[in-house]
């Protein structure tokens, strides 16, 4: 009986149907998810969004902000498609050394980010926000969600969850990795918000249409590769049965009366 690893014996184990079904419902779902938060959103234009923008606008820049400008360049295309592409290279590498399905963070990062980046054109037109008054960085698309934060969320968190799902990682480790996720999402989000880049409502929208989607990631990896750490015969290694101490008396339903 062959009890190698499935995800040591190239693609077997995977659930085509399943993948492509999960991945096109749950990719309808965050959709239309994020669109009716973006027309909320919009409808808070002048309640929450102008005053906040007047606000911010009256304090000026300053040395902070300056540095901010540079620190906020991690959520914009390029940077978060390069980050990508080095973060499935890195994960590849290690799930190769580790006889694993090395070829999955080449496919799933890459994935991510073409993916999210089509949504949020989508959206962005739906919704369709005036954004007359957001200094956005020669951008084409609408204010709503905000891409960069978006985008640092989706990206990185897809990295933290191939690395923890095929890697084994500890429930305090997964906590760590998506904390660090977080942090990033938020950082990138004042980053957007001091700078006016964004109107307030978008940037929050970002936040969640971010983790709507990786959530999404989440579900299409786990419908397609169910059971990474199974064996090729089955769904979980097997498990021997203990030895016995000599003379011990067998138990169980073949056991001597």
Same mark, same amino acid.
Request: net charge positive.
């Given at each position: 009986?062959?009890?190698?690893?499935?995800?040591?014996?190239?693609? &077997?184990?995977?659930?085509?149907? @399943?993948? $492509?079904?999960? *991945?096109?419902?749950?990719?309808?779902?965050?959709?239309?998810?994020?669109?009716?938060?973006?027309?909320?959103?919009?409808? $808070?234009?002048?309640?929450?969004?102008?005053?906040?923008?007047?606000? %911010?606008?009256? /304090?000026? =820049?300053?040395?902070?902000?300056?540095?901010?400008?540079?620190?906020?360049?991690?959520?914009?295309?390029?940077?978060?498609?390069?980050?990508? &592409?080095?973060?499935?290279?890195? $994960?590849?590498?290690?799930?190769?050394?580790?006889?694993?399905?090395?070829?999955?963070?080449?496919?799933?990062?890459?994935?991510?980010?073409?993916?999210?980046?089509?949504?949020?054109?989508?959206?962005? /037109? !739906?919704?369709?926000?005036?954004?007359?008054?957001?200094?956005?960085?020669?951008?084409?698309?609408? /204010?709503?969600?905000?891409?960069?934060?978006?985008? %640092? !969320?989706?990206?990185?968190? *897809?990295?933290?969850?191939?690395?923890?799902?095929?890697?084994?990682?500890?429930?305090?480790?997964?906590? &760590?990795?998506?904390?660090?996720?977080?942090?990033?999402?938020?950082?990138?989000?004042?980053?957007?918000?001091?700078?006016?880049?964004?109107?307030? =409502?978008? %940037?929050?929208?970002? !936040? !969640?249409?971010?983790? @709507?989607?990786?959530?999404?990631?989440?579900?299409?990896?786990?419908?397609?590769?169910?059971?990474?750490? /199974?064996?090729?015969?089955?769904?979980?290694? &097997?498990?021997?049965? @203990?030895?016995?101490?000599?003379?011990?008396?067998?138990?169980?339903?073949? *056991? =001597?009366?």
């Amino acid at each position: 009986m062959d009890r190698t690893p499935a995800s040591q014996r190239g693609l &077997a184990g995977l659930r085509w149907l @399943a993948g $492509l079904r999960t *991945a096109a419902v749950w990719l309808a779902g965050v959709t239309v998810l994020s669109i009716l938060v973006g027309f909320v959103a919009k409808s $808070l234009t002048t309640l929450v969004d102008e005053p906040v923008f007047a606000a %911010i606008d009256r /304090a000026g =820049t300053n040395g902070w902000t300056d540095v901010l400008s540079t620190l906020t360049k991690m959520g914009n295309v390029w940077q978060t498609q390069r980050l990508a &592409a080095v973060l499935a290279i890195v $994960l590849a590498v290690w799930l190769w050394r580790r006889g694993q399905r090395w070829w999955m963070p080449l496919v799933v990062l890459p994935l991510t980010w073409i993916v999210s980046r089509v949504m949020q054109f989508g959206v962005a /037109a !739906i919704v369709d926000r005036d954004r007359d008054a957001i200094s956005l960085l020669g951008t084409n698309v609408g /204010a709503f969600p905000s891409g960069g934060v978006m985008r %640092i !969320i989706t990206v990185t968190g *897809a990295a933290v969850f191939i690395a923890s799902y095929y890697g084994g990682w500890s429930r305090g480790r997964q906590r &760590a990795g998506y904390a660090v996720v977080f942090l990033l999402g938020v950082a990138e989000a004042y980053f957007r918000g001091r700078l006016n880049q964004h109107w307030l =409502t978008d %940037i929050i929208g970002g !936040i !969640i249409v971010g983790w @709507a989607f990786l959530a999404a990631v989440f579900a299409t990896v786990r419908a397609f590769d169910p059971g990474p750490h /199974a064996t090729a015969d089955g769904d979980r290694p &097997a498990v021997q049965d @203990a030895p016995q101490p000599a003379g011990a008396t067998p138990v169980g339903p073949d *056991a =001597t009366r």
